[in-house]
C-alpha cells in the first residue's frame, strides 16, 4: 500500500477540512428534502387499503408487496437518505448522525461496558426512508436452521420452520453475485425479488483467516446454507458496490408508485414498535399505569429484549502491509478504484471481510452442532483515527482507548469482533414517560446471564490463538497487545479472569436488538403477536418487523427481518382476500373453483 511521510499531516488536513464540508452538505441535503416535503404536494388518495408505520427492512417490504394489490400510505419518521448513505465505506460514519438516526442510548449497564462513558451503550437505529437498512453494514446472513425450528416450536405453526422460511429468504433476491453462486439452490434470483447481493474484490486478510480456522480443524463454509460451525467469507447488500438497502431497492423508484404514497418527516405519534404500542395503551398493565397511560391491552410488550453482545478484541499487530491505516491509506488512488470500478476497500464496511461460526462448549455438550459465537476479521491497522471514529460513533471513554492504542499507532494489524450469537440475558424497553417524544429505556441487561460470559470468553481465547498462533498469521508476525487494558491489570494476562474483566469492559452491542414484541402461541405469557404477527387481543393491527423474533436468530438480522416483512405481507394478502372478493385485475384469479377470489402472492 502506498506510503507517504508527511501521511499523518496529510490525513489530518483532509479528515479536518473534508468532515465540514460533509456536515454541511449533509445539512443542506437534509433540508432541501424536508422542505420539499412540505411544501410540494404528493398525490394523496382520500382512503387507503392499508397503513404501514415505518419505511425500514421489514416496512418497506410490506408497503412494496401490499401496494401491488391496494393503496398503501407508508408513513416515515425520517427522510430520504443523503448520497453518502450508498457509500459502504462511510457507513460507520453514519451512526449517531441525528438527521438519520434515532440517537438511542442504554440506560447504564451493570455488568458490561464498563469502558463506556456512563456504562452506557449507543444503540443506533436509522430514521430515514430503508430504516436501519440505510445505514447498517450490509451483511447478508440468514441463521441457522434450528433458530427457525425453534420458532416452529415456540409459535406451534410449522410456517415458520427451515424449509418454509427459506422459500421467502429466496424470494426477496434479484440478483446474487457473492461468494457462492455455484450454490444455485440457495441464492438463485426470483423473478420477484429485488435484493442484489455481491461480494466485492477487497478481502485482505480473508484469506489468512479462513486458512487459520482450517488449521484448528474448521470447515471451510458458505454461512447461509444451511449454517454449520465454519469459516467463511462474507456476502453483502450492495450493487455494484453501492449500499442497496430496502430503500435503494422498493422506494427510491417505487414499482407501484400509483398506489404506494410515501409520508415521509411523518412521526406516527410514537417510536418503535413496543413503544408505539404501550403508548397506546397495549403493554404490561402495572407498568402502563405507572407512567400514566391508561391500559387498555395487557400484554408483556418490552419485555424478553434481545441483542447479540459484542466484544472487540484489539489491538493485533502485523509486519505487512495487508490492513488500512486511516493515516496512510486514505488515498485518491483507493477513491478513485471506488468511484470508476465499484471495487476496492470502499466497497467494504468497517473493513470487515470475513466471518466464522463457532460452537462453544456449552452447546457440544448438548451433542449439537447449532453455533453461538460469531467471530469477524477487521482488516484495520491502528490509527488515531480509528480511536477517535470508536469513541465518537459508539460512546466509548477516549482516554481508555487512547492508553490501548499508543503504543501501536501507525502500524498495520487487525481487530477480531466476537460477538455472542445466542445470548441467554434477556432485557426490557419501558417507557420513560408519557411524552411520544421521550426517548425509551433500553435495558438490554447486557451479560447479566453467567453462561454468556463464559461463550465470550470462549471466543475470546479462540479469537486470540487464531490472530497469533497459527501458522498464517505465524507468517504475518502477528502479535495480540501483551499490554492489560486498563482495569483488568490485577488478572493474570490472558487467563479466564481477565478475559472475563477484559469483556465488561469491552462489551457493547451489535446493533440487532429484536423480541420485544415476541411472537408465540397465544396463551404463551410471553407472546405479543400470534404466529400470523396479528396484536393479541385486538383487531385489524399487526407487528411486522424484527421485534416479533421469539428468539434472536444467530446471524445479523437484516435479511431474516426481510423474511418477516415478505411473509407478514402474505399474512395480511391471505386474510384480505378472504374479506374482500374482488375478482376485476389480471393480478387476481378464482382459486379452484371456490367460486372465491385470491390475490396473487407476490
Ligand atoms: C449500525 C447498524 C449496523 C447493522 N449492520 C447489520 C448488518 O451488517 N447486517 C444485518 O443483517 N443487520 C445489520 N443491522 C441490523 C439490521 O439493519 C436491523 O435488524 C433491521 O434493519 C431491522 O429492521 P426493522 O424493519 O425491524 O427496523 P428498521 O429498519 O429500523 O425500521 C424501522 C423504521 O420505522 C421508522 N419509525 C419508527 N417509529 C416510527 C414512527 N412512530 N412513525 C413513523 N416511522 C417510524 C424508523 O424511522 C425506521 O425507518 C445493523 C443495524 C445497525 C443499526
Not at 406451534?156 to 427451515?162: A, L, N, P, T, V
Request: include cysteine.
Amino acid at each position: 500500500m502506498p506510503q507517504c511521510s508527511c501521511a499523518l499531516l496529510f490525513y489530518y488536513f483532509i479528515f479536518f477540512s473534508t468532515t465540514p464540508l460533509i456536515l454541511f452538505f449533509s445539512a443542506i441535503d437534509y433540508y432541501t428534502d424536508y422542505f420539499q416535503n412540505v411544501f410540494v404536494t404528493e398525490p394523496k388518495f382520500n382512503e387507503y387499503d392499508f397503513i404501514v408505520v415505518g419505511a425500514g427492512s421489514a416496512g418497506a417490504v410490506v408497503a412494496h408487496r401490499l401496494s401491488n394489490h391496494g393503496k398503501v400510505l407508508l408513513l416515515e419518521a425520517g427522510g430520504s437518505p443523503n448520497p453518502l448513505h450508498s457509500f459502504p465505506g462511510h457507513a460507520y460514519g453514519l451512526i449517531s448522525k441525528p438527521e438519520i438516526d434515532w440517537g438511542y442510548k442504554t440506560v447504564p449497564q451493570k455488568n458490561s461496558s464498563l469502558a463506556f462513558k456512563n456504562q452506557e451503550v449507543f444503540w443506533p437505529r436509522g430514521k430515514v426512508l430503508g430504516g436501519s437498512s440505510s445505514v447498517n453494514f450490509m451483511f447478508y446472513l440468514r441463521g441457522h436452521p434450528l433458530d427457525y425450528e425453534n420458532w416452529s416450536n415456540i409459535t406451534g405453526d410449522e410456517g415458520w420452520s427451515w424449509d418454509n422460511v427459506l422459500p421467502y429468504f429466496k424470494k426477496s433476491i434479484s440478483q446474487y453475485k457473492g461468494e457462492h453462486q455455484t450454490n444455485e439452490d440457495q441464492y438463485k434470483g426470483s423473478e420477484y425479488g429485488f435484493l442484489h447481493i455481491e461480494s466485492k474484490n477487497f478481502k485482505n486478510l480473508a484469506r489468512e483467516f479462513i486458512e487459520a480456522g482450517k488449521e484448528l480443524g474448521y470447515d471451510e463454509i458458505d454461512a447461509n446454507g444451511p449454517q454449520k460451525s465454519g469459516f467463511g467469507h462474507l456476502d453483502r447488500n450492495e450493487r455494484d458496490g453501492a449500499r442497496y438497502g430496502t430503500y435503494s431497492a422498493l422506494l427510491k423508484n417505487p414499482k407501484h408508485p400509483k398506489n404506494l404514497v410515501i409520508s415521509k418527516y411523518s412521526q406516527a405519534v410514537k417510536i418503535d414498535s413496543a413503544k408505539l404500542l404501550m403508548l397506546s395503551g397495549i403493554g404490561p398493565k402495572e407498568h402502563l399505569k405507572s407512567v400514566g397511560i391508561k391500559p387498555l391491552v395487557d400484554l408483556p410488550v418490552g419485555k424478553n429484549l434481545q441483542d447479540h453482545v459484542l466484544s472487540v478484541l484489539l489491538p493485533f499487530v502485523i509486519e505487512k502491509p495487508l490492513s488500512i491505516v486511516a493515516e496512510r491509506d486514505f488515498t485518491v488512488e483507493y477513491f478513485m478504484e471506488y468511484f470508476m470500478k465499484g471495487d476496492g476497500p470502499w466497497t467494504c464496511p468497517l473493513m470487515i471481510t470475513s466471518q466464522a461460526f463457532i460452537s462453544s462448549s456449552q452447546v457440544k455438550q448438548q451433542g449439537i452442532d447449532w453455533p453461538d459465537i460469531q467471530l469477524y476479521i477487521v482488516a484495520v491497522g491502528n490509527s488515531v483515527a480509528g480511536a477517535l471514529t470508536l469513541s465518537e460513533a459508539q460512546n466509548y471513554k477516549k482516554d481508555f482507548l487512547d492508553k490501548i492504542y499508543e503504543p501501536y499507532l501507525g502500524t498495520d494489524g487487525f481487530v477480531i469482533l466476537n460477538t455472542l450469537g445466542r445470548p441467554k440475558s434477556v432485557g426490557e424497553i419501558t417507557l420513560k414517560d408519557k411524552n411520544p417524544f421521550s426517548h425509551p429505556n433500553i435495558d438490554p441487561h447486557y451479560l447479566e446471564h453467567p453462561e454468556d460470559l463464559a461463550a465470550l470468553v470462549e471466543g475470546a481465547k479462540l479469537a486470540v490463538k487464531i490472530g497469533s498462533e497459527t501458522t498464517p498469521f505465524r507468517n504475518l508476525n502477528a502479535t495480540f497487545s501483551d499490554i492489560p487494558i486498563p482495569g483488568c491489570e490485577a488478572y493474570k494476562f490472558k487467563s479466564t479472569e481477565y478475559w472475563e474483566c477484559y469483556i465488561r469492559y469491552f462489551s457493547t452491542s451489535l446493533w440487532h436488538p429484536t423480541s420485544s414484541c415476541r411472537m408465540g402461541k397465544a396463551d404463551d405469557p410471553r407472546s405479543v403477536v400470534d404466529s400470523k404477527l396479528r396484536v393479541l387481543k385486538t383487531r385489524n393491527l399487526r407487528v411486522i418487523d424484527a421485534s416479533v423474533m421469539p428468539v434472536i436468530v444467530n446471524a445479523n438480522t437484516n435479511a431474516p427481518t426481510i423474511m418477516i416483512g415478505e411473509k407478514g405481507a402474505d399474512f395480511i394478502l391471505e386474510h384480505w382476500a378472504q374479506q374482500k372478493l374482488v375478482c376485476d385485475g389480471k393480478d387476481y384469479y378464482l382459486y379452484k373453483d371456490a367460486n372465491k377470489c385470491y390475490y396473487l402472492s407476490y
